[in-house]
């Protein structure tokens, strides 16, 4: 099974993500793992034939989880999956959860892909209306190519039961 997640930053994506790959039990891989280089002393954006690499690379596997908000170069990424995932939790709810998950990063309690600061934090607010006002309209009319693929999920609700619909087969 290749699964393609997309949402805002705080909708969900890498808590669904590790989700499905561990009933699954395939590999979980982030768009912005592939965007970046992480290093100890900061990330370093990847050259574009470098990050479209890595994301053939894991297309090409027998089964995969996906996340990430990326749309420019993810095409072959959605359409090699089996089903995507639209994550569109409310924006006010996201925001709650970049304040949590920032408080949990500081405190040691959630880890992090890059260093928790409050640049990155302030960042994060302006990725979700980014998200909202730009990126979300944007996906939907990518979205009419595949939409007998698309689960629209708009409340955890809803993710929980799409998560019992995939146990289910």
């Known amino acids: ?33 592939f965007v970046w280089t992480r290093q100890l002393t900061g990330d370093i954006r ?17 089964a995969w989880v996906i996340e990430g908000v990326h749309i420019d170069w993810t095409d072959e990424g959605l359409q090699a999956a089996d089903q995507i995932v639209f994550l569109d939790i409310p924006f006010r709810i996201r925001r709650r959860r970049i304040v949590l998950r920032f408080i949990r990063q500081l405190l040691k309690i959630e880890k992090a892909n890059y260093h928790p600061t409050f640049t990155i934090f302030r960042r ?12 979300k309209p944007a996906f939907l009319v990518k979205f009419n190519k595949y939409e007998k693929k698309v689960h629209w999920l708009q409340s955890d609700k809803e993710v929980e039961g799409w998560l019992n619909q995939l146990e289910r087969g």
């Open 1 to 33: 099974m290749k699964i393609y997640i997309i949402g805002s930053v705080g909708s969900g994506k890498t808590t669904l993500a590790r989700k499905v790959a561990c009933k699954l039990q395939v590999t979980h891989f982030e768009t912005d793992n």
């Open 124 to 135: 994060m607010f302006k990725w979700n209306k980014y998200f909202e006002n730009e990126m």
């Open 46 to 62: 990847n050259e574009p034939e470098v990050r479209d690499h890595l994301l053939l690379e894991v297309i090409h596997r027998d």
